[in-house]
């Protein structure tokens, strides 16, 4: 990461200006090959590379672009907050189109040219910036336009949709130049009760109280597109708990679009008081500053924040604060000077009260504009108050850095001081004292060139583990041993587990067999199916070893007639029944749910359960792989998130596979619960939440299945699908029941229709369970030196699984005979031999090393091996050859008794032969 190289490329003299930070840094000459291709590469949303300051490093994530042609109609170059060297990638704003350097772009004096003759869209400036009345405009100066403020008949394009931000560019770059722009310094002297807690990983809550800009307006994550950036307050929590490695860090976003700086005690005791945090991020100005298009006064602006301050120290006394300025507004409709006046009170009242401190990223900004050159609409999404991605990303990365230590050495002592006292080298046996000591010193000699919090924590964690491993481990160990037999090119050991702490260790240690593997021609030891690929097994005659290859997955489905779902299609679809569950005050609604293409249409890829007359939902955000409780305009807004947990709906991360989960939602009282295969995922309290009259309703987005809907009250235990009383339940395995549901259900826009299952989309959601069952997939029969068994696919989660077991046909495996030489080696390939087995079908091939001299008879094939010089090889040969190594004076063969060829006669030769008479 940049960060890392910076510790080996520059060298960095500091001055401190009016709370903020001047780096002067030594020159240096990156390009991208001192970069890995992961490291180059940001094509998603990526919460290390999208926090990662931008005055650190050689390297750009993603910096927007937004193309539009200069007012005499031409395409002038870009400037980028550095002169970049080497353009790694321009993308689109969504990440998901890549453009072509020389084709679509060219690098020109460290600026961005985008090609006329290229395939990427470029805006006329009167369409941004129309200078004659335009179509569409209205007597209410809003949407589709808004008016210059000093300047007449001249307006600024603006929908407060997506429309503006979509059509700009990512581009990700090297640069060799140096940040010149301001830099956020460390707020530990102003909020040292807040840094306390994260010094020592204690729980941290984080209350965010601001306008629409602080409620998540309008990030990609806030639109429900890619590449669904958060918004700063989640992006913010997010990186704190990587940055500190710690997931007691919490955050509640208590934040009101449309609102302003006035003092409300009522809404700062719901929205504030109310939530008893550690720190309170007070992010209110894009309102202050725009409003009427002039703005409060400073003063106003000053006594409004002043009075929050004062209320917040009056009832939580071990509060603090941060103020956190607003980025600009559109710079021709409302004047900048406002915005940066009421910056300035930000960090007057940061100086004169104690526990409070100042982000200001509306500082930087206003450089990479008037200094830069870079166009303020970048930093928006809609062209007038709102940030997109790069706003956002800016103003987290300031917090983060007002929230990092002022002097990274004082945090790594204390790091290195925990390490030490939990090693407690001077208590322990001489053994894990060497042990503890080097784990100790490693970590110190990492940390020494890291100034990075969360890469200090990355190390402190890892010395941790170690040492954890080294201090449970037992005085008097219990070993399980497990035989790791030789194979013809690998030597056998003994690998040896105490069953008590895990310690592990391996010995008794064998030489390899010798000469080459002779493999079968392969079996499949797994069907594939229409959901999960096959395998071929290739076995070696004369031990262990084995190979695989992957069988694809198959191309159509079986379908089974006894199990069903609704298939939902297309749009937004909304499920509302006539039921009540909350009524008593404990509700419960459940469903299986299966994603397969829930970002096709518009709007936030969600599926969840509405409550609180339609204002709230408890539901899964597939795009930030979250369970969320969010107040939300549903399906085209992020809204509020009152509460979140990470949550990855496939094994490997991603979002969909067919993959099937039990969804279940409980509302008792002012708390929701979620729980996702009988999981307790989620829970939260909140005077907000509200459902006792209300009848079930579900919402979802997108090309979906469900099934196995219910309707439960009272003591039902999602865990175990057992208790209560049902209200309503429905297994859609008919075309009956499918018609059952929807007499009971209504719903809207999405198109609907009932489907069967089958081997690809089979039923998976499911309460937890110790013992599978299931439809069986395939039969795997028993050959000479295998055993056979039957495959099942688990309908409770979905699992390939395998029972029914055969024993081999014989002990001894295959026999071989008849071997043929089916290629002559040569002195540049390989020859090969093939073999029969005398009791199967199965064939065998083994290599012939090149250069190898037949001999045209063959025979030296089988000298090897025959001790005694009888002419035949046999068990006899390997009795005469134990004695030899017993001492007996018995005269032998050395030639025929280095049977692996290895140039000594030893144990492993007798090995061999044993194992090669048996195959």
Known sequence: MKHSKLLSLILCVATVISGLVYPVVAESTVTSADFTAEELDCSSYDIRKYTEPFWEGNIVYNEIVHPIRAKNGYISSFPLMYKASEIVSVKDYKLKKTYVEGVDYMLVAGTLCILETGSIPVMDWEDMHPTSVPAGYGSDEFAPYYPHADTPNQWEYWTGGSDVCSMSLAVTYIH????????????????????????????????????????????????????????????????LREKYSNDNITLTNSAIGGTMSTFEQSKMDSTIISKNPDLVII?????????????????????????????????????????LSSLYGNRYTFPAERYEEHAAVLHELAAANSGVGVADPQRIEKYLIEETGKDFICFQADNMVHPGDLGMRLTTQTILEALSFENPSTYRDHLISELTAYADIDNQDETKREELTAILEDAKAKMALIDEEWDLNAVADEAFYEMKVVIIRCDVHSYVDEIIEPTCKTGGYTHSVCSACGHKYDHSFVSNLGGEHVMDSGRTTVKATAKSPGETTYSCARCPYTETEVIPVLTTATTYSTKGMIHFSNSHNYLASDLQPYTNGSGFVEFDFCPINIEKFDGTPYVGVWFSDYTITACYNFAAQEVQIIKTSLPFGGGTVYASADYAWTSNGGRYEYNWKKFAVHCYGKTVRIYIDGELVLEDTDVAYSAYGEVALIYSNGECYMDNIKVMKGSYDPTTGLGGTTLGSWDINSKSSYNSFFSAWTQSYATRTFTYANTKNVTTGHYPHTTHSGLIVGVIPNDCANSGYNQYSCDKCGETYFNSYTDPLYDEGHTLINQTVTKEPTATEDGEYSYECSTCTMKFTQIIPKGTDLGGDDETTYSKGDVNNDGNVNSSDTVILRRHFTGSALEIDMEAADFNSDGDVNSADLVALARWLVS
């Open 176 to 239: 060799n130049d140096t940040w010149k722009a301001p830099v956020p310094e460390s707020q530990e002297s102003n909020l040292p009760k807040t840094f306390e807690k994260l010094k020592n990983d204690e729980p941290l809550h984080i209350v965010v109280a601001g306008d629409s800009v602080a409620a998540g307006a309008m990030s990609s994550g806030f639109f429900g597109m890619p590449p669904y950036a958060e918004a700063y307050p989640e992006m913010t929590l997010r990186a």
């Open 283 to 323: 992010n209110f100005g894009m309102n202050d500053s725009s409003c009427d298009r002039v703005g409060i006064s400073g003063a106003q602006f000053r006594s409004n924040i002043q009075q929050q301050i004062n209320y917040i120290k009056q009832k939580l006394p071990n509060c603090e604060v941060l103020l």
